[in-house]
Every structure is written in C-alpha cells, then in structure tokens.
C-alpha cells in the first residue's frame, strides 16, 4: 500500500496552556486535494502552522514522504518542497509584484526562474500587468494571486493554502479556486487547503476533514461531507 504524502498523527499543539490542537490524525495523498474545514477559533491554522514547524506539536508526529519532520527547524521543512500561502497572504507589501515571486523562487535556488514566472502570468494574467506595482498597493484579490504565485515559485511537492478565499468577492474566489483545481488536475500538485468557505472547499476537494475545537470529528469525500447533515446545518446552510 503506498504511503500518505503528509501523515499528521497525534499532534496536539498548545500556545501556553491553551490547547488549539487535541491529538488531530490526518493524512494526504500524493494527487489529492484534501480540505480542512472548521469555524473561527477551531485551529485549522494552528494546525498549518504546527506542519511548518511554527508552533511546535508538544506530542505526535508529522511525517512529510516518509521523513519525520516533526522537530524539524521551518527552514529545513521549506527546503522539503512545502509551500505555504498563509492566512491574511503575508505577501511583502513594499516589494513590487517581480520581487515577490523572486523570494519564492529563492527555495528552488532560481533554477527555473523565467519558465517558471512565465507559468504565473498565463496562470494569473493580472500579475504580469502589475509586475512593476508595489505588493501592498494590489487588490485584496491579487495580493492572494500573489501569495499562491510566490509560493509555486518554490515548486512545491504539497502546497498548504490557508484561507485563499478570505475577504474576497464571489467572482474572484471562483477564479482562486479554478486555478487550484487546474494545478491539481493538470501538473498532479497535492493541496492541503484549510478553509473556512466550506462548500467551495468540499466542492473542490477529493477528501476533507471536520475541524471542531481542536479535535477532528469527521473525515469523508469532499461530496460525503457536503450531503452530510451535520456538515449542512454546522457550515453550509445559510451561508
Ligand atoms: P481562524 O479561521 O479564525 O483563523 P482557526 O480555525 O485557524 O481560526 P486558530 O487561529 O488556529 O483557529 O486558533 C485556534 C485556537 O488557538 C483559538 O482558541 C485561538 O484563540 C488560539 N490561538 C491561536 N493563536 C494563538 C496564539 N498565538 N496565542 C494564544 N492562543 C492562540
């Protein structure tokens, strides 16, 4: 049987004596779209962050293709092929549009650096129009544009999305999410994406996981968890 590309087994994480994480097991295929989803607060990206290193599990492992990355130093992870595309983008707002995807490219030692910024316009054709502009002077859109660009820049094995969807019109995370399933249908790229937009997450996604105060409490295909009746009333209806 092949392995997980991502194993999470056990991992509690705490901030003090808050516990954001109790013990969460989860795993994701080479190939797969795997979502997390969950209200405010539950710890989906606490559980992001604990993947990259930042804060640390206190108990479980993390192993990424089979390597135990749970007591790895971030950096060492980033060098792995994991990209993030954190929540709220983090993008470097006084760096131009160029020079951010230049600081994604860095991991991949700029090996493929043209190709590869060739690959992000035809992806997402407003970025060549604002190579030039400044990261922090970008829509709320584009700076996500950005934040998923720089991190293809690295040529990720597993690209960790937190959130691509927040605080963006419907329009715009349609076209987010076109892009992700493309990256995914076409070049095979394996997404763990932590979402609190459930129905286009589980939409989306082959499989997914339930996020209920730290703890995981359902796991199914993306299409099981959108019929299941707990999803619908907790996540989808009304919203
Ligand atoms: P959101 O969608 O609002 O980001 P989330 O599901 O990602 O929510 P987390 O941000 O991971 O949730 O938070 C999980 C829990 O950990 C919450 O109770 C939160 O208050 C707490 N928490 C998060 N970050 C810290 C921190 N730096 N210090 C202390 N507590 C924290």
Redesign the pocket.
């Known amino acids: 049987m092949s392995k997980p590309m991502l194993s999470v087994a056990g991992v509690k994480t705490q901030?003090?004596k808050?516990i954001?994480l109790h013990g969460v097991d989860l795993d994701v295929n080479e190939g797969e779209i795997v979502t997390l989803i969950?209200?405010?607060?539950?710890?989906?990206?606490?559980?992001m962050m604990t993947i990259c290193g930042t804060p640390r599990a206190s108990e479980g492992r993390i192993l990424f293709e089979g390597r135990d990355i749970t007591h790895m130093p971030t950096h060492e992870i980033m060098r792995l092929k994991i990209a993030q595309s954190p929540?709220g983008r983090r993008i470097f707002p006084r760096m131009t549009v160029y020079e951010n995807l230049q600081m994604g490219a860095a991991m991949d030692d700029y090996a493929h650096f043209e190709g590869d910024l060739e690959r992000m316009f035809d992806m997402f054709p407003r970025l060549k129009e604002r190579l030039h502009q400044r990261g922090g002077t970008l829509s709320g859109g584009e700076q996500q544009m950005l934040a998923i660009a720089r991190a293809l820049m690295s040529r990720p094995r597993l690209l960790l999305l937190?959130?691509p969807s927040l605080g963006l019109a419907p329009l715009v995370v349609r076209q987010i999410f076109d892009v992700i399933r493309e990256l995914n249908a076409i070049e095979g790229l394996t997404v763990f994406l932590?979402e609190?937009n459930a129905y286009h997450a589980l939409k989306l996604a082959h499989r997914g996981y339930v996020?209920v105060n730290?703890s995981i409490t359902m796991a199914g295909t993306g299409r099981e968890l959108l019929e299941s009746p707990e999803v619908k009333a907790a996540y989808l209806e009304g919203g």
């Open positions: 901030y003090g808050i954001a969950g209200a405010n607060g539950a710890g989906k990206s606490t559980l929540e937190d959130e932590v609190q996020l730290g």
